[in-house]
């Protein structure tokens, strides 16, 4: 089975990583709500990736400008699998419609109802993979957690946790008064080391947008009861990664087997370490190693679908075995 799919990629058409293979806006309209993001589509593709940015970002998070050699999309594409990001809700097109938009459920439908909408019929190849950054985690974990959820093929999630490390609660509190040093800010903790990104994109750069209205609600219990609650709930495969050089969360391994043990309706969990890697794994200098390896995870999810079953042990430690947690991770 692995030597078939080995070739099937070998023999497949990759087009040139250029202006010819850039994505393309998208529009559709759910309920009243126009839902915007970017496509790009395979013409038989194996299966389809549908992408979700975290805060103060948009769809364009995963098709970088000025770095094509960066994008999911691309890169995605050119391997077969034709890659959806949408911007979420409160963001892009919806942004005049936040208000419309509280409740969980309301936002689980919207994005069920965009991926269909805007896919209409385009072939779907082995099914839907889903892929989270950050806050918008927290959205894909609903979408997977609901009812809808045993369809899709597998998860994604990236750069969030459940628990901050000391160095990330004391900024996240907020600055001391005692007329030091210069407080940490949120900044030192999604965009350091600055030496893991293009300098036209650190700290926001191109890719940055105005906060959703609604993010902070959606967001104020997510570490402590929601990404516990709804992990439990999972019934497809799930890989989760983190930066070796991640700030905002906990990136040792014991924590990461703490978090693998909340999907227990989880087929399979794969843990993933990444090396040389920020917050922002899409976005820097390992951006396509990053990819490579989540298509990796979602090829493995596709091969399990047409047998049936995985493999491979239920839980997966990838990039721990010989390495220390970082210091700037968990200090």
């Known amino acids: ?14 087009s040139a990583l250029d202006g010819d293979s850039a994505p393309i806006p998208i529009l559709a309209e759910v309920g ?11 013409r038989d593709p194996r299966a389809v990736l549908v992408a979700l940015h975290g805060g103060s970002t948009s769809s364009v998070y995963y098709d ?27 963001y892009g097109a919806s942004t005049p419609f936040a ?15 965009a991926i269909a909408a805007h896919l209409g019929s385009r072939p779907r190849g082995a099914g839907i993979f889903l892929v989270g950054h ?4 927290e959205l894909i974990m609903r979408m997977a957690a609901d009812e809808r959820g045993a369809d899709l093929l597998g998860v994604e999630l990236a750069g969030t946790g459940r628990l901050h490390p000391p160095f990330a609660e004391q900024t996240l509190r907020g600055p001391d008064s005692d007329g030091g040093t210069r407080a940490p800010t949120l900044g030192d903790l999604l965009w350091q080391p600055e030496r893991l990104y293009p ?33 439990g709930r999972v019934p497809i495969p799930v890989r989760f990664t983190i930066g070796d050089h991640e700030r905002v969360w906990r990136n040792d391994s014991q924590e990461l087997t703490a ?41 493995e999810c596709v091969a399990a679908r047409a047998d049936g079953d995985f493999s491979a042990p239920t839980t997966q430690l990838d990039g721990f075995a010989h390495a220390s947690p970082s210091t700037e991770g968990t200090r």
């Not at 009243?32 to 395979?42: D, H, K, N, R, T």
């Not at 947008?209 to 929601?226: C, F, I, N, P, Y």
């Open 99 to 113: 208000a419309e938009l509280g409740t969980a459920a309301q936002r689980v439908d919207l994005m069920f109802g």
């Open 134 to 137: 950050s806050a918008g985690c």
């Open 1 to 14: 089975m692995a030597g078939g799919i080995i070739m099937t990629l070998i023999d497949s058409e990759l």
């Open 259 to 299: 978090v693998a043990a909340l999907f227990g309706a989880a087929p399979r969990v794969v843990l993933s370490h990444r090396p040389n890697t920020g917050h922002n794994l899409s976005v820097g200098y390992t951006a396509a190693a990053y990819h490579l390896s989540l298509l990796a995870f979602a090829e």
């Open 32 to 42: 009243g709500i126009p839902v915007s993001g970017l496509l790009a589509e395979a």
């Open 199 to 231: 300098p036209d994109v650190r700290f926001g750069g191109t890719i940055a947008a105005s906060g959703a209205r609604l993010e902070s609600s959606t967001v104020q219990k997510w570490a402590e009861h929601d990404f516990p609650r709804l992990a």
């Open 64 to 90: 970088c400008p000025g770095h094509p050699e960066l994008s999911l999309l691309r890169l995605g594409q050119r391997l077969g699998y034709t890659v959806q990001a949408l911007d979420r809700p409160g």
